[in-house]
T-cell receptor, first 115, second 114 residues
Framework: GESVGLHLPTLSVQEGDNSIINCAYSNSASDYFIWYKQESGKGPQFIID?????DKRQGQRVTVLLNKTVKHLSLQIAATQPGDSAVYFC??????????????FGKGTLLTVNP | DARVTQTPRDKVTEMGQEVTMRCQPILGHNTVFWYRQTMMQGLELLAY????????DSGMPKDRFSAEMPDATLATLKIQPSEPRDSAVYFC????????????FGSGTRLTVV
């Protein structure tokens, strides 16, 4: 989940297991959400997005679930691989929607995949 | 793959010096963001532009930071004078308004102010 203060939440999984990374977002008016992956020394990389009129979206090995009632977002990674090791951020669009995407990022979760 | 290009990759400077960071957005993208990343604060939005016009720079300390887009292929972030607390990784991201496919980030400029 999201961190408070200095500590980055961590998740350690075995290769081949499924991973679930959680995020609590802040604004009930947010209408668009993105998950990003950031590897060491690199910029955040888009993984998958979801609009607030959906509660689930699937990509390749990844699924995002959105629960607007409790303002919760999760990222599921199937058959986790060592290359999935990274920091994962959720980002929410806090704005009027439409084309004005101004993203606010959470603190991130460190995923470590053990071979 | 199209990329957002940021220069320099690393910058070490002395307190009080001017620092300019540059970003070349992906050709055709009309929205450009500047973010700062630190361990303490995570990713903070500093400013963003749409069609080269500044839409929001409320996240930026106005007294020392300035952001501009001289043309559609160049965005700059300038700090003058720099301070040790400005040490961070600065990311530029670009995207296309109305396209809900996220934004593409550059590799960042790691700034160290000593």
């Amino acid at each position: 989940g999201e961190s408070v203060g200095l500590h980055l939440p961590t998740l350690s999984v075995q290769e081949g297991d499924n991973s679930i990374i959680n995020c609590a977002y802040s604004n009930s008016a947010s209408d668009y959400f993105i998950w990003y992956k950031q590897e060491s020394g690199k910029g955040p990389q888009f993984i998958i997005d979801i609009r607030s009129n959906m509660d689930k979206r699937q990509g390749q090995r990844v699924t995002v679930l959105l629960n607007k009632t409790v303002k919760h977002l999760s990222l599921q990674i199937a058959a986790t691989q060592p290359g999935d090791s990274a920091v994962y951020f959720c980002a929410e669009n806090i704005g009027s929607g439409g084309s004005n995407y101004k993203l606010t990022f959470g603190k991130g979760t460190l995923l470590t995949v053990n071979p | 793959d199209a990329r957002v290009t940021q220069t320099p990759r690393d910058k070490v400077t002395e307190m009080g010096q001017e620092v300019t960071m540059r970003c070349q957005p992906i050709l055709g993208h009309n929205t450009v963001f500047w973010y700062r990343q630190t361990m303490m604060q995570g990713l903070e939005l500093l400013a963003y532009f749409r069609n080269r016009a500044p839409l929001d720079d409320s996240g930026m300390p106005k007294d020392r930071f300035s952001a501009e887009m001289p043309d559609a292929t160049l965005a700059t972030l300038k700090i003058q004078p720099s301070e040790p607390r400005d040490s961070a990784v600065y990311f530029c991201a670009s995207g296309l308004s109305g396209k809900s496919s996220g934004y593409t980030f550059g590799s960042g400029t790691r700034l160290t102010v000593v």
